[in-house]
Nanobody
Framework: QVQLVEAGGGSVQAGGSLRLSCAAS????????MAWFRQAPGKAREGVAA????????AYADSVKGRFTISQDSSKNTVYLQLDSLKSEDTAMYYC????????????????????WGQGTQVTVSS
């Protein structure tokens, strides 16, 4: 059984940084892409960043390019999201997700293609 467990959320002032982690367990060999999504109150969930199996390819939403960095430690079955230069509009619940090999490129960040989801970790940025 696949499980994704996020950690690292918290409260920070604008301009600050956080590092989120997502530890995967179970049959992780089936993962083609792992990604981070976020959902702010009253808004739809949106894709933030994705990394392909082995960490060879990454993709980012335009709103976070140059500020967020996704990375993967295969030896630990863990994906990280480094959040720098945080803004108040980054406040949201952040979810880790994973999907298999059928479907589009990891760059599409299409929510419906992701099968496995974590419980989320809250990021709050105060201005």
């Amino acid at each position: 059984q696949v499980q994704l467990v996020e950690a690292g959320g918290g409260s920070v002032q604008a301009g600050g940084s956080l590092r989120l982690s997502c530890a995967a367990s179970g049959d992780t060999s089936r993962f083609a892409c792992m990604a981070w999504f976020r959902q702010a109150p009253g808004k739809a969930r949106e894709g933030v960043a994705a990394v392909s199996a082995g960490g060879h390819y990454t993709a980012y939403a335009d709103s976070v390019k140059g500020r967020f960095t996704i990375s993967q430690d295969s030896s630990k079955n863990t994906v990280y999201l480094q959040l720098d230069s945080l803004k108040s509009e980054d406040t949201a619940m952040y979810y880790c997700a994973a999907r298999g090999y059928s479907g589009s490129s990891c760059s599409k960040l299409w929510e419906y293609e992701y099968t496995y989801w974590g419980q989320g970790t809250q990021v709050t940025v105060s201005s």
